[in-house]
């Protein structure tokens, strides 16, 4: 009986104490797994790529739809802020019912009398506290000329801060003065579209053109709106945004008088208006509304007819953020939904990977993989694809909306949340259908698993 | 007595039940173990009771025709499965009372395996099999290098540590797997049909290979329903109908 019997003949190798082992080394651990799982991720490439570009289209769509959503709506309200978020807009529209009974009857064509009048006007700038300027447009249709060119456009008689209140630019000269107004002068400022159309070589400025039988000078060039169907009333004109000169409101009213005639099919027809449009600008954004619905209740007081139309931008501007939105969440919605079905994609997948591997689980549980190991690589791996996936597809998803608007000049705003967003939830989807297919292979009978074949 | 003083690094000695009368000390202990199938209402009792002990450096083939229970004790031996009834003492440790996890562990840190189909995982290269069980250990991936560098060199396999399992022969692949079950130095070396998928040469070499792992002190349990195998070990359990129906020692 001696010690070297008891004593265990093969002595232990550095057996690391536990306790210290297990903290200080599972980040080795994690780096392992993780390397485990990339390399079974690589030895299978082709049902990995097309596991990963489940999820790669679908993070793609999510980025690039609200991209384009964004974009859209950025546009909309900019067109909207371009009308001004402070502008009331008011125009003269021709009632339906005057224009039938006018073309009854015999005799001379009687002028059909309609529209916004300057008392109008004049009564919603003194009743309404908090308007600060109200600027007062009349749009006559008119041959204009220059040389041997001509040209059918919107002739508008307006007020000298006409561009600031509707936030537009001169691209050279100036807009009229007051002289210029108090004069009745016979000054003209072009629309860029109709500067080209009759001077295509020379530059206008200090040339004149021909409306009628008067000479206007050209003292100003302005950027074309983009944006505005207000004015478009003038003896009924299309919808289309018409071409526009300005001039000083005085001078419209002496030149062409208040009553304007047109030839039709049926003979003449003569109307009647004093005021085409008014643009009433409100010192404070927060009571737009308010004086707007005040504004409305003063014109249904005064007028028989319901011959003028009232436009808010501020109110159609959250018309079109509550679209905005609305479009948004469908994009989103429809998006998420190709998410969620790459994330099935994945799951699928993984559990094929489970059950192809059911031999390696066995193997790695008899030399000493608990069931959370396993559940570790098996997790791991999926949220690795999903996560490669997200990569991949948020650089495409960011290169789309470049490319769409490169190629076919759509506005489109990547905003910083949405990549963020959409590479969340890529990973939460790894994490999400990686736990079951994980918890299947964690739990399978080791005994049964290594005799998988 | 020195003999009753525990050993914490094998739990070998830690209590007085694990000497036997001759002085070894025992490593693996089965007090009547039962094992019970259930196939929906049918109850099918595959072990009907078996007592055994194996000895610290012990060499012991169990054997018996197909169907006898050895592959269903080899698995009990191996912590991969729980016997119905009865107790298993793997180094003084009473692993009926064991949960999953600690099971896991028992089996990574106390018992190395070989099977008659190596298990190698195919993805990883030799080194990389070897160093997996002490990986689940927790050893430094310093330490892991280190012994499986010298365990691939003491079973000649040093000049193709990068080579996957399907690079190399049945003979260099089982080689591979003995490495790893002697990774983590385990408390008994199990194998389970070890020569089984070799031809002659080969399962001859393993066979010299577990010799010389058995004079270097390793306790070997090995699973073989070939006669001829069994004897060339010290110890041989006959099996038969789930029951021990003899335990020969060779006298030398």
Known sequence: ?453 | MTSLEPNPATGIGNTPADIDSVGQSVVASLKDIRKTYYMGALAVEVLHGISLDFYEGEYVSIMGPSGCGKSTLMNILGCLDKPTEGTYYLGGEDTSEMDDDELSTIRGARLGFIFQSYNLIQQLNVLENIEMPLFYQGYSEQDCHEIAMGLVERVGLDDRIDHKPFELSGGQQQRVAIARALAVDPLIILADEPTGNLDTKSGAEILDLFDELNQQGKTLIMITHSDELAERSPRWVRMLDGKVESDDRRNS
């Open chain 1, 1 to 453: 009986m001696t010690d070297a019997i008891l004593e265990p003949t093969v002595q232990p190798r550095r057996r690391p104490d536990r306790s210290k082992v297990r903290v200080g080394n599972r980040l080795v651990r994690f780096k392992k797994i993780t390397q485990v799982g990339i390399k079974s991720i690589y030895s299978h490439g082709l049902r990995s790529l097309l596991t990963v570009l489940g999820i790669v289209i679908g993070v793609a769509a999510v980025i690039a739809m609200l991209a384009v959503s964004e974009g859209a709506s950025f546009e909309a309200q900019q067109q909207f802020r371009d009308l001004g978020a402070n502008n009331i807009l008011l125009k003269s529209v021709k009632p339906a019912e005057v224009e039938e009974s006018s073309n009854r009857g015999f005799g001379p064509p009687q002028a059909i009398v309609y529209g916004l009048t300057l008392a109008d006007v004049e009564t919603i700038r003194n009743s309404i506290p908090g308007i600060s300027n109200v600027i007062a447009s009349r749009i006559v249709k008119k041959n204009v000329w220059h040389l041997g060119r001509s040209m059918n456009t919107d002739v508008v008689g307006t007020a000298v801060d006409y561009p600031t209140s509707r936030n537009y630019n001169l691209r050279s000269g100036r807009f009229f003065s007051e002289t210029e107004m108090r004069d009745h002068a016979n000054v003209v400022v072009l629309s860029d579209e109709v500067a080209n159309a009759l001077f295509p070589i020379d530059n206008p400025l200090g040339l004149s053109i021909k409306i009628d039988s008067d000479y206007y000078n050209v003292i100003g060039i302005m950027e074309s709106e983009d944006f505005s169907n207000l004015g478009q009333n003038q003896a009924g004109s299309s919808n289309a945004a018409p071409s526009r000169i300005y001039i000083p409101f005085t001078s419209s009213k002496s030149r062409f008088g208040e009553t304007t005639t047109r030839q039709t099919a049926g003979g003449m027809e003569r109307e009647t208006v004093q005021l085409h449009e008014a643009i009433i600008q409100v010192d404070n954004q927060e009571s737009v509304i308010e004086v707007g619905e005040i504004i409305e209740q003063i014109l249904a007081r005064r007028h028989k007819d319901i011959d003028y139309a009232i436009e808010i931008p501020l109110a159609l501007l959250r018309q079109a953020e509550e679209s905005a939105l609305r479009d948004q969440i469908v994009a989103g919605a429809i998006a998420g939904i190709s998410l969620l079905v790459g994330g099935i994609g994945i799951m699928n997948i993984m559990l094929a990977s489970v059950t192809e591997r059911t031999r390696e689980i066995g193997i790695r549980r008899a030399l000493g993989a608990k069931k959370r190991d396993i559940i570790t690589q098996f997790l791991i791996e999926a949220v690795i694809l999903s996560a490669v996936g997200g990569v991949i597809g948020v650089v495409l998803g960011i290169a789309i909306p470049f490319v769409i608007s490169a190629f076919w000049g759509m506005t489109t705003i990547v905003t910083p949340v949405a990549p963020l967003l959409a590479f969340s939830i890529s990973a939460l989807i790894g994490v999400v259908f990686g736990i079951y297919p994980s918890m299947r292979a964690a739990d399978m009978d080791p005994v049964e698993a290594l005799r998988h074949e």
